[in-house]
């Protein structure tokens, strides 16, 4: 039997149409207002059929313009034929036809459900599903007879009143009316712990699972496009069913099933056809009610409250539909105080009630009356969640800000709010997608799971324990959900396949993690050596701008207690080599070695090059620093959010713990770098530049201060001072009380600060200075505050790898090639501000200096040629002599450099000119503005400001460019650019020519580049390629050659464009060798 409906134009409650008298009639049954159907819904009547059938063709016609039988003539053609696969229907619940309210108030769509079986779809995958067709009749020939008058026995509430006064006084909020509202049956341990629900998968594309409600023990799997749906009782280990949607209707875009596995509700849309909510019974397939959804509304909202409740949301009427599946009927429209467009919203355990947020406050609604039992206020606006406890006596919300406010449903009052900002950055972890609920109970409510990866402890607040989310690959998704007390139910991927497993819960480690939390810590200190909350209580503000006190005193590196020896040798690779250090009070140099295993310290005699001791902590850490005397080491424990941990030597006794910047937000939580300076003291900076030195073994602060945030800080060779570059300039301060002790000049040359070494005798400071197109190598003595000297170094594109004192006026500058297994090493003779001579280190790694004796540390692998065993290398670290006897005897034969007299004299002048040539290919161009923007570029990369002149006297820098079109094309055809497309060839030449004032090129240089396309090339949507590829070539070709390098010859002594003279002839080497045995 169909049955048909229409919206109330005084309520907009759903009404249903009845036949009473040979009429159509329909009365509300919320307001009991009569509707006039003969206005508002034409239906046919059995007398007009021989009428129209003796009246004829004019009379149709004009009974069609009038409306009389258009609305169902049109609404049979426009109505396609539905099919659907189903099993016979329960006879205790009769399929029914319901309707949805079209835009239009006054129309109705009539919508059949079949009444008659038809066979269930096959049980394999993929399957098509066997059909039937409906058959389609006239509404107004389905319609029941009806004598009496259509009063309800019943009067459902359709709108949201304010709840009665109670008789009883209630405490709590004002008015509230809620009870817990409890499940049906509480959950119990599964049956088979060991089950294993493999996930569909469709085109390597990931499945999807439905978890249900925080009390379910139904779910469903799915595949990525949703055609199949398996359903499985958990607590059984049974699956009660396997649903195929039919293929005639639109795709399935949002499913739920009910909370004990008997419907399974499907939300069809199509942008084609009108969207439909159909409601399946598990066990048979069969279709118990279809509700159609006009095309386009959308639905915000669907799920099952109990198991015979379904409540939907659509975008449209911005309310909550409650339909009664045992009556096959809506049973309220709740429309909420003010508008919602995307509802935030859930159902109680025992499904008697609706909870969601309108006007920042919580509101609940009793879906027994659908009456608004209760509101709590006070939430935030901007709310994300809302979740039952399992036993319906809370309920818990999320805002954006990740606060969570847990209300009582007894007394409508709400706790203190409690942040899960630190626990959802510490649930995420990079590389994996998470498909679960954001928060979930706990089954005692003592917390809560965020994301599936931290439970949160209720007490406190804070993280009692954490852990990844099970492997898998990136394509598909991972999630973890509170099952019962004893069981999380888990999915991930095992043996490459994906499926949903059981696991226990770690009472224990969530116990532990609880005492810890309590305490200050964090879950990741579990099972570690105790944590001292750092002690900020006392901490002295220091600045950087303080003025010095006193004449700076210098800190000169302890004396040696035995000469080192020449080489030491190591087993295990050199590239796992982290840094090398010398303790001179106590002889002994200490190696770490990191890399793919954990870090690990070993001790060597510095003169027998004996083993003293080997030191690993007993979990993975990265050591930060030896203290001066060898006593402790201090280590960062890794993936234990900046945990500091410092241990002694050679014994490995535990000596204190804590997190310098556990105050800070975000990730200047981080330590970016530790010293010990004594093993009762240790300094520690992080992101944001904040010094804090550190009294051990109590954790207590003594001062703070704020500097740089780069790595090049660096302590004096006692450890007295730390050296803090700022900019150009450089400042020094006392590393156990922060007072400044010493400030020298700026530095006027180069740019920013790289490399900074202390000369052993605790005075000087070299460090490089490197802009764009130059480096110096800058020269500090602090106890005068004064620069001594300002060399500028040669290999400015190679990467620096090291600067070294030798001796007392001379520095090692280190520099190696991209992909070189070498390095070279200049010597500059700070006196002579002059290169004197290159060392080539053939089997180069890595190079440490030695505060004590200005000496390097030279790290090699075995000499070329000598076998190595995997697992089982060995390293020679050398201690050369530099510069060696053979270097001296090869200096002392060479001629001495005789200066050359500059070119530039005082008074002259120097203008720059941009002759461009037409571009040949590229299409309206703008030559004036290019000249312009080229002419600036080249200015700007020469110092020259007391040369430079606009007038034509003096000298002249001339950039000229000439294009030639070559005979060649280029063929390109990618699936990016479509058919094959012909590119022009050219070649651009860009000549740099210095002119003396007699019009005499005396410097000149020549730059090419051809027209080209690799890989890397990516151009804009819709340009021309041709275009593009020109304008790129001359944007290369252009942007070489205005990285202008002058001689040095051409300037005075001292100018900030003079290269540092060599005495090297060109392609020369003085000294080279390879490390060998």
């Keep these: 039997m169909k049955r048909t409906f229409i919206k109330c134009r005084e309520c907009a409650s759903l009404c249903e149409v009845m036949k009473q008298g040979g009429r159509l009639t329909a009365h509300c049954e919320k307001c009991r207002a009569p509707i006039r159907l003969e206005d508002d819904l034409p239906a046919a009547d059995n007398t007009l059929l021989p009428v129209l059938l003796l009246g ?19 609404g049979l053609m426009n109505r396609p034929a539905a099919e659907v696969a189903q099993i016979a229907p329960d006879p205790a619940e009769p399929p029914a036809t319901a309707s949805f309210p079209a835009s239009d108030p006054s129309e109705a769509i009539p919508v059949s459900v079949p009444s008659h079986a038809v066979p269930a779809p096959a049980d394999q995958a993929g399957a098509a599903p066997a059909t039937s067709s409906i058959e389609e009749t006239a509404a107004a020939a389905s319609l029941p007879e009806r004598t009496d008058d259509p009063l309800p026995a019943e009067e459902p509430a359709v709108a949201l009143p304010e709840p009665p006064s109670p008789a009883v006084a209630v405490e709590g909020v004002e008015g509230w009316q809620v009870q817990p509202d409890p499940p049906a049956d509480m959950l119990s341990e599964p049956k088979n712990p060991a089950l294993r629900i493999t996930i569909p998968e469709r085109n390597y594309a990931a499945g999807h699972v439905n978890w249900g409600t925080s009390d379910s023990r139904i779910c469903y799997v799915s595949d990525s496009e949703k055609r199949q749906f398996l359903v499985w009782d958990l607590q059984e280990g049974v699956q009660l069913g396997k649903f195929f949607p039919p293929p005639d209707l639109p795709p399935v875009t949002k499913a739920t099933v009910s909370r004990r596995g008997k419907y399974l509700a499907t939300y069809h849309s199509d942008r084609s056809d009108d969207d439909q909510i159909n409601v399946w019974r598990v066990a048979d397939s069969s279709q118990t009610l279809s509700i ?3 095309k386009g509304v959308g639905l915000g909202f669907l ?22 599946l045992s009556q096959s009927k809506q049973e309220h429209l709740l429309k909420p105080e003010s508008p919602l467009y ?16 309108n006007e920042e406050a919580v509101r609940v609604v009793d879906l ?4 608004l039992a209760g509101s709590c206020p006070g939430t935030s606006r901007n709310s994300k969640l809302i979740t039952f406890a399992p036993d319906g006596t809370e309920v818990a919300t999320l805002d954006t800000d990740r606060n969570l406010v847990v209300f009582s449903m007894s007394e409508g009052t709400a706790s203190p709010p409690v942040s899960l900002q630190s626990a959802e950055e510490g649930a995420r972890l990079s590389g994996s997608t998470y498909d679960g609920p954001f928060v979930q109970w706990l089954p005692d409510k003592s917390g809560w799971l965020v994301l599936g990866g931290a439970f949160i402890d209720r007490e406190s607040g804070k993280i009692a324990l954490k852990f990844p989310l099970p492997p898998h690959p990136t394509y598909r998704r991972g999630s973890r959900r509170v099952y019962d007390a004893n069981y999380l139910l888990v999915q991930g991927m095992e043996e490459d396949i994906v499926g949903i497993t059981f696991e226990k819960t770690p009472h224990d480690q969530i116990a532990a993690g609880k005492t810890i939390a309590l305490s200050g810590g964090l879950p990741e200190d579990i099972g570690l050596p105790p944590l001292t909350l750092a002690k900020l ?6 600045s950087l701008s303080d003025e010095p006190q006193g004449p700076f005193t210098p800190d000169p590196a302890p004396t040696p207690s035995a000469p080192p020896a020449e080489k030491l040798r190591v087993e295990g690779p050199s590239h796992h080599i982290q840094w090398v250090v010398d303790q001179p009070q106590t002889g002994t140099t200490t190696v770490l070695f990191g890399g793919y295993g954990a870090d690990r310290l070993q001790v060597f005699d510095m003169a027998t090059t004996r083993l003293r001791a080997e030191f690993a902590p007993p979990f993975e850490s990265k050591a930060w620093a030896v203290s001066p005397d060898g006593a402790s080491c201090l280590w960062e424990g890794k993936n234990r959010k900046s945990r500091l941990d410092v241990w002694s030597l050679p014994e490995g006794k535990h000596i204190a713990s804590w997190r310098p910047y556990a105050h800070r937000k975000g990730s200047y939580q981080e330590v970016q770098a530790a010293w010990l300076i004594a093993s009762d003291f240790a300094l520690t900076i992080n992101g944001e530049g904040l010094v804090i030195g550190w009294k051990l073994p109590e954790c207590a602060a003594v001062y703070q201060i704020k500097i740089s945030s780069g790595r090049e ?28 002790s010493a400030r020298p000049e700026k530095n006027e040359r180069g740019g920013a600060i790289s490399n900074v070494v202390f000369h052993p005798d605790g005075d000087r400071v070299a460090m490089l200075a490197s802009s764009l197109t130059d480096e110096y190598a800058v020269v500090w003595r602090l106890s005068t505050g004064k620069i001594e000297h300002s060399v500028r170094v040669p290999d400015r594109d ?24 070498g390095c070279n090493f200049h010597l500059i003779d700070l006196h002579k501000e002059q290169i004197e001579w290159l060392y080539q280190a053939a089997t180069y790694r890595k190079v440490g200096g030695s505060c004590f004796d200005g000496h390097l540390r030279f790290i090699s692998e075995k000499p070329p040629g000598a076998p190595k065993k995997p697992g089982n290398e060995s390293t020679v670290l050398w201690r050369p002599s530099l510069p060696g006897p053979e270097v001296a005897a090869l200096l002392a034969k060479r001629a001495p450099v005789t200066p050359q007299e500059p070119l530039f004299q005082s008074g002259s002048a120097l203008k720059v000119d941009v002759e461009l040539s037409k571009p040949l290919v590229i299409e309206d161009s703008d030559n004036e503005k290019l000249k312009e923007s080229v002419q600036a570029a080249v200015t700007r990369s020469l110092t020259l400001s007391e040369y430079l002149v606009e007038d034509d006297a003096g000298w002249s820098l001339v950039l000229r460019t000439k294009e030639t079109l070559l005979p060649h094309k280029l063929r390109i055809r990618t699936q990016a650019f479509g058919p094959t497309i012909e590119v022009r060839v050219t070649r651009l030449t860009v000549e740099v020519s210095l002119l003396s004032p007699e019009g005499k090129t005396v410097w000149s240089k020549t730059t090419t580049g051809e027209t080209s396309i690799t890989r890397s090339t990516r151009p804009p949507a819709k340009v021309d390629l041709e275009q593009y590829l020109h304008q790129r070539q001359w944007a290369v070709v252009l942007g070489q050659a205005t990285l202008i390098g002058l001689p040095p010859e051409i300037f005075p002594s001292g100018h900030a464009d003079g290269a540092g003279r060599s005495s090297l002839q060109d392609g020369e080497v003085l000294f080279r060798e390879a490390f060998t045995e």
């Excluded at 004829?56 to 049109?74: D, E, P, Q, R």
């Excluded at 700022?726 to 156990?736: D, L, S």
């Design 798 to 821: 190679q990467a620096v790898s090291s600067l070294a004192w030798c001796d007392d006026d001379y520095l090692l500058k280190g520099t190696h090639g991209i992909g070189s297994p």
């Design 303 to 324: 799920e099952f409250a109990g198991e015979e409740r379904l409540l939907f949301f659509t975008n449209e009427e911005r309310a909550f539909q409650v339909w009664n």
């Design 342 to 357: 995307s509802p935030i919203a859930a159902t109680s355990p025992g499904g008697s009630y609706l909870a969601y947020f």
């Design 292 to 294: 159609p959804v006009p």
């Design 537 to 542: 209580d006392q901490v002295e503000e220091r």
């Design 56 to 74: 004829g063709g004019a009379l149709f016609l004009v009974l069609l313009c009038s409306g009389l039988v258009g609305g169902v003539l049109l």
């Design 713 to 740: 800080n660096l302590l004096s060779p006692g450890g007295k001072y730390l050296l803090a570059p700022q900019g150009r300039e450089i400042t020094v301060f006392e590393t156990r009380t922060g007072k400044v």
């Design 368 to 371: 027994r009356s659908g009456v």
